[in-house]
Every structure is written in structure tokens, then in C-alpha cells.
């Protein structure tokens, strides 16, 4: 069934087929739910993306509203590897807050159990993934992960071009300089504009400018605004966020070496 699904994966011509393909080759493989995701603000009905899925609507529902997908664990795990993961094993990828917990918690008592998530990382767009989950009570099909890792990249390409005739031009459509990158994610790390010119070796006024030129490429009113779609885009990561440091120019060494 997985191979027959990868075979037909790049003719199937709506959502509707891929989603009822997609379904019949999940219950193949031993389970049953599935969901394919750009993972940006899923509220947002007027931007077209990556978003097909059988979960239980009520599910869905409240995941969407109350912004789930901000703090879910397996989203955010899926931001930590390039190959399929099995939920058990989320906790050796990140750490799981009490409300990270309490999601799985909701999940479980909608019916959705075990699952396994394919992670999509493609340059210049959303981060996406691929997860399929067992019934509450069902065995977990561990044997048929592998096919589900190539069953899930198939099945998130297929969405793609089928979504992304309408959705890839804006997730395309801001494309950050490598200055502009830079100056994002030390804004994001709460750097003043000063201290990113400093950082950077560049002049003050120079940073701003920078940086209001990505506002107006994303068209968006703050710097607040402007980090939330860079990092919803993919343009920047919560990973840089944390951690990236970038060489400090020695005008900054110099300037810190005055500080009292």
C-alpha cells in the first residue's frame, strides 16, 4: 500500500483525493489519523497552506482557536530533527512544559494516541511535518515506520503542489537579505539597534534601516509583528533565536572593554 501510494502521489489532483488516499494508507500501515501542516498561524483562513487532516473536528477545532499549535510538543520537536520521530521519543528532543504535557493529555482523551511525525524542512518556506497517530488502545505499528517516513514525505509534497499553486507565492514572497536575517534575529534576541550595529560592525542608523525594510517587505506595523511572521515563514527559527551568536566586531570589544 505504501508503495502504491508513492507511485500515485504526484497525480492525485485535490486535497479530497489525497487526504482520502492518505487516510486508506494510514489504516494500511496501522493507523488511524493523520495530519499534513505548514506549521504557521492555522487561524488565519485568508493565507492558503499545507493543512489536511482526519483528527476528530472537535480536536481540531480547539487546537486551531487556542493556539495550540504555538506550544505543541510534537511541532516543536520536529523543529530539532530531519528524520520521522515517534512521539515517545519527544522528550529526548526537547523539554516538555507542564502545558506541553497537558496537550498530549487533551489529544489522548480526544481518542489520539501513539504517534510518529515526519518533519519538512525545505528553504525559504514554513516548517511542515507529516503525523500519524493510533487509536487510544491500538498497538503502535513500529514495524511500518520506516514506510511511514516515505509515506509522510510523499504525502507533504503531493500537498504542496496541490496547495501551493495558491500558497507557495506568499510563502515565497518574503524572501530576507542575509543582512536583514541577521538583524532579525538579534532583534528577536531583544538586542537594541545599537547594539546589533555594534554586534554587526555596522552604524547605528544603518540597522534601522535594515530592519524597517523587512517590515515593509512583510507590510506589518512593529518589530513585534515583524519576528512572529519571520519566524511563522521559516525566514528565521526559534532555534537561531536561542542560540546563534554572531562574531562580535571589535568595535563592540573595544566599546564593552570602556563600560564601567
Same mark, same amino acid.
Given at each position: 500500500?505504501?508503495?502504491? /501510494?508513492?507511485?500515485?502521489?504526484?497525480?492525485?489532483a485535490?486535497?479530497?483525493?489525497?487526504?482520502?488516499?492518505?487516510?486508506?494508507?494510514?489504516?494500511?500501515?496501522?493507523?488511524?489519523?493523520? !495530519?499534513?501542516?505548514?506549521?504557521?498561524d492555522? #487561524?488565519?483562513?485568508?493565507?492558503?497552506?499545507?493543512?489536511?487532516?482526519?483528527? &476528530? %473536528?472537535?480536536?481540531?477545532?480547539h487546537?486551531?482557536?487556542? #493556539?495550540?499549535f504555538? +506550544?505543541?510538543?510534537?511541532?516543536?520537536?520536529?523543529?530539532?530533527?530531519?528524520?520521522?520521530?515517534?512521539?515517545?521519543?519527544?522528550?529526548n528532543?526537547?523539554?516538555?512544559?507542564?502545558?506541553?504535557?497537558?496537550i498530549?493529555?487533551?489529544?489522548? #482523551?480526544?481518542?489520539?494516541?501513539?504517534?510518529?511525525? %515526519?518533519?519538512?524542512?525545505i528553504?525559504?518556506?514554513?516548517?511542515?511535518?507529516?503525523? /500519524?497517530?493510533? !487509536?487510544?488502545?491500538?498497538?503502535f505499528?513500529?514495524?511500518?515506520?520506516?514506510?511511514?517516513q516515505?509515506?509522510?514525505?510523499?504525502?507533504?509534497?503531493?500537498?504542496?503542489?496541490?496547495c501551493?499553486?495558491?500558497?507557495?507565492?506568499?510563502?515565497?514572497?518574503?524572501?530576507l537579505? &542575509?543582512?536583514?536575517?541577521?538583524?532579525?534575529?538579534?532583534?528577536?534576541?531583544?538586542?537594541?539597534?545599537? +547594539?546589533?550595529?555594534q554586534?554587526?560592525?555596522?552604524?547605528?542608523?544603518?540597522?534601522?534601516?535594515?530592519?524597517?525594510? !523587512?517590515?515593509?517587505?512583510?507590510?506589518?506595523?512593529?518589530r513585534?509583528?515583524l %519576528?512572529?511572521?519571520?519566524? /511563522?515563514?521559516?525566514?528565521?527559527? /526559534?532555534?537561531?533565536? #536561542?542560540?546563534?551568536?554572531? &562574531?562580535?566586531?571589535?568595535?563592540?570589544?573595544?566599546?564593552?572593554?570602556?563600560?564601567?
Open positions: 500500500m505504501a508503495r502504491q /501510494f508513492t507511485e500515485q502521489a504526484r497525480d492525485f485535490c486535497e479530497a483525493d489525497l487526504s482520502s488516499a492518505l487516510e486508506a494508507c494510514a489504516r494500511e500501515l496501522g493507523f488511524h489519523y493523520f !495530519a499534513l501542516l505548514h506549521h504557521v492555522l #487561524r488565519n483562513r485568508s493565507t492558503r497552506k499545507v493543512h489536511i487532516d482526519n483528527y &476528530p %473536528v472537535e480536536w481540531t477545532e487546537f486551531i482557536q487556542s #493556539r495550540l504555538l +506550544e505543541d510538543p510534537i511541532l516543536r520537536a520536529s523543529l530539532m530533527t530531519s528524520i520521522g520521530f515517534a512521539w515517545e521519543s519527544v522528550p528532543l526537547i523539554k516538555i512544559s507542564p502545558r506541553q504535557q497537558r498530549l493529555e487533551e489529544a489522548r #482523551r480526544q481518542g489520539i494516541g501513539s504517534g510518529f511525525t %515526519v518533519p519538512v524542512h528553504p525559504g518556506e514554513a516548517h511542515g511535518s507529516c503525523s /500519524f497517530a493510533a !487509536a487510544v488502545g491500538r498497538t505499528p513500529e514495524k511500518h515506520l520506516l514506510a511511514a516515505l509515506v509522510g514525505s510523499f504525502a507533504f509534497e503531493a500537498a504542496r503542489r496541490i501551493c499553486t495558491r500558497c507557495l507565492s506568499r510563502l515565497q514572497a518574503v524572501h537579505t &542575509p543582512r536583514q536575517h541577521d538583524c532579525l534575529v538579534l532583534v528577536a534576541q531583544g538586542k537594541t539597534d545599537w +547594539e546589533i550595529g554586534i554587526l560592525g555596522i552604524k547605528e542608523d544603518s540597522v534601522t534601516k535594515v530592519i524597517d525594510a !523587512a517590515r515593509r517587505r512583510y507590510d506589518v506595523a512593529n513585534t509583528e %519576528v512572529v511572521a519571520a519566524l /511563522f515563514d521559516g525566514q528565521i527559527s /526559534f532555534n537561531e533565536v #536561542r542560540h546563534w551568536q554572531y &562574531p562580535i566586531s571589535e568595535t563592540a570589544n573595544r566599546a564593552s572593554r570602556r563600560s564601567p
